[in-house]
Antibody
C-alpha cells in the first residue's frame, strides 16, 4: 500500500520559515515525482512545485518561485518543502502528492495534509 | 496559464438521483498525437486529502465505484454520478496536467438535497 505521511501542524510568526516533511512508503521512492499543493482556507488547490527524487531536479510555480525550496532525501524516502518569509496569506493546508515521473500525469496518491498557521 | 472553470459552484441532489459537474478549460487539453485529454477529477471529503477519481478524462482510478463516470474532450468535461449516495458528499475538482504548471478548477461542493 502506498502511503504518504506528513509532519504535524505548525504555528509560525510572520517572517518565519516552515519546513514540512512527507515520508513515502509502499513503493520505490525514486520512481515518482513528489509535488506540493497549497489549499488556503475555503479555497481551492494550487500547485507549488515538484522534486524528482532520482536526481533532485525541481520545478516551481511562478507564484512561489524564490520563496519555496523542495528537496528529497533518498536515504529516508522523505521529501521536504521549505516556505520562507511567511505571511498570514500562507495560512493553509499543504499536501504532498505523487505522480509518475512526468509533469504530464495526474496526482495519484496524497499525504494527509499539514496545517500551517501564520499568526503574530 | 490554462484557467479551469467548474459549474456549478455548489449542487444539491437527492439520494439516488443523478449529479453532473461541468469543467471548462480556457484552452484545449487534448494532446492530439496521443489522442488523450490531460484532465483528471478528484474528490475531497471534509478533513481529507483529494482522492484521484479519473485521469485521461474518463479512465476510472482503482477502486472508484462504477456509478462515477467521466467524459468530454478538448475544453469541455463532465463528471457524473449516476445515483447519488450519502458517501458522495464532497468537493470535486477538475485538474489539467497538459501544461506545467497544471491548474485546478475552483471546486464544486456536492450536497444531499
Amino acid at each position: 500500500e502506498v502511503l504518504l505521511v506528513q509532519s504535524g501542524a505548525e504555528v509560525k510568526k510572520p517572517g518565519a520559515t516552515v519546513r514540512i516533511s512527507c515520508k513515502l512508503s509502499g513503493y520505490t521512492f525514486i520512481d515518482y515525482y513528489i509535488h506540493w499543493v497549497q489549499q488556503a482556507p475555503g479555497k481551492g488547490l494550487e500547485w507549488m512545485g515538484l522534486v524528482n527524487p532520482e536526481n533532485g531536479d525541481t520545478l516551481y510555480a511562478e507564484n512561489f518561485q524564490g520563496r519555496v525550496t523542495i528537496t528529497a532525501d533518498t536515504s529516508l524516502d522523505t521529501a521536504y518543502m521549505d516556505l520562507y518569509s511567511l505571511t498570514s496569506e500562507d495560512t493553509a493546508v499543504y499536501f504532498c502528492a505523487t505522480s509518475l515521473p512526468s509533469t504530464k500525469t495526474p496526482f495519484d496518491y496524497w499525504g494527509q495534509g499539514t496545517l500551517v498557521t501564520v499568526s503574530s | 496559464d490554462i484557467v479551469m472553470t467548474q459549474s456549478p459552484d455548489s449542487l444539491a441532489v437527492s439520494l439516488g438521483e443523478r449529479a453532473t459537474i461541468n469543467c471548462k478549460s480556457s484552452q484545449s487539453v487534448l494532446y492530439d498525437s496521443h489522442n488523450k485529454d490531460y484532465l483528471a477529477w478528484y474528490q475531497q471529503k471534509p478533513g481529507h486529502p483529494p482522492k484521484l477519481l479519473f485521469y485521461w478524462a474518463s479512465t476510472r482510478a482503482s477502486g472508484v465505484p462504477a456509478r462515477f463516470s467521466g467524459g468530454g474532450s478538448a475544453t469541455d468535461f463532465t463528471l457524473t454520478i449516476s445515483s447519488l449516495q450519502a458517501e458522495d458528499v464532497a468537493v470535486y475538482y477538475c485538474h489539467q496536467y497538459y501544461t506545467t504548471p497544471g491548474s485546478f478548477g475552483q471546486g464544486t461542493k456536492l450536497e444531499i438535497k
